[in-house]
């Protein structure tokens, strides 16, 4: 199943529990549905309604939905647009998150990140719009994370941002069976080896498992994580495994120049001795808003040297 298909089933699933919810965003119920993310919504009891886009008034109808005991979701064709709703996003919920709410707010935006779209398609990294009022927020890579996600996240009472890959829409959603993952759906652990740690960020896991298949083809076994949660989280995870590896390969195709993985590092050179790790990353050399290729560009068997195994 395409991994557009997938979230939409998943979605579709879930919102059918709730007394009462709201359901809104540009196109949502109308034309391309958000190229299939929305496609076919139905509630119990609720509203589903396409909306202009105003997103800074779509962000405020959330909060007050919340507040008044009515679960609401805000689909988003485009994460960049919710730059419109920042005085909502910092302000307005630097005053709700005071509060104990008995229903939710999520927004759920596309992520684009297939390459140069314009202007106002180069931010690609959920982190930059949690940062900024340590907003809790996800990414999405498998079935196992749509499921998981969604149903630990979706509609939990508070607010939270859910963001899914438009690179990925029309590819097979990946099937992996976890080893492991946190209480709070925002690390993944796919594998477990004695050799090196992977260790995946934003929607780089597909990059993380053509690493595992190169390794272990040369007879070194690694670990593989993958990082949903776009705030700082607990690393006890990755600590305990990287304790044992001494080695990592860090890979993040966001645009971020504030990325959460910078941290992590700071504790695991401290915590567990790191004695070797490559980072893989986009080139930030040139003008930042020129044409990008759709993946990134890695030198798998240059990377793998590195490690010197």
Known sequence: MKYVEFINQTIRKKILEPEKILLYGQNIAAGSCLSGLTRGLEVKAGRIINTPNCENTLCGIGFGAMMNGVSAIFFMKQLDFLLLGIDQLVNTYNIVRRKAPTASFTIFPVIVDSGYEGPQSSLNNLGDFCSMARIPGYT??????????????????????????????????????????????????????????????????????????????????????????????????????????????????????????????????????????????????????????????????????????
């Not at 007879?219 to 044992?244: C, Q, R, Y």
């Not at 790790?277 to 080139?283: N, T």
């Open 140 to 309: 999405i890579n498998t079935q196992v994370e749509a499921t998981e996600i969604i149903e630990h996240h979706l509609i939990s009472p508070g607010f939270r941002i859910l963001g899914v890959s438009q690179r990925l829409f029309k590819t097979e959603i990946m099937d992996l069976a976890p080893v492991a993952m946190n209480a709070g759906r925002s690390l993944f652990q796919y594998s477990s080896g004695a050799d090196v740690t992977i260790i995946c960020h934003n929607f780089s896991l597909p990059y993380g498992l053509e690493f595992q298949k190169r390794l272990l083809e040369k007879g070194v076994h690694p670990s593989l994580f993958s990082v949903n949660g776009a705030m700082p989280i607990s690393w006890d995870e990755v600590i305990t495994d990287v304790s044992k590896t001494k080695k990592v390969i860090v890979i993040d195709d966001s645009k971020s120049m504030n990325p959460s993985w910078q941290g992590m590092l700071n504790i695991l050179y401290v915590r567990c001795r790191l004695s070797k790790c490559v980072l893989v990353q986009r080139s930030f050399s040139g003008y930042y808003c020129r044409p990008q290729h759709d993946q990134l560009e890695i030198d798998y068997e240059r990377v793998i040297g590195d490690l010197k195994f």
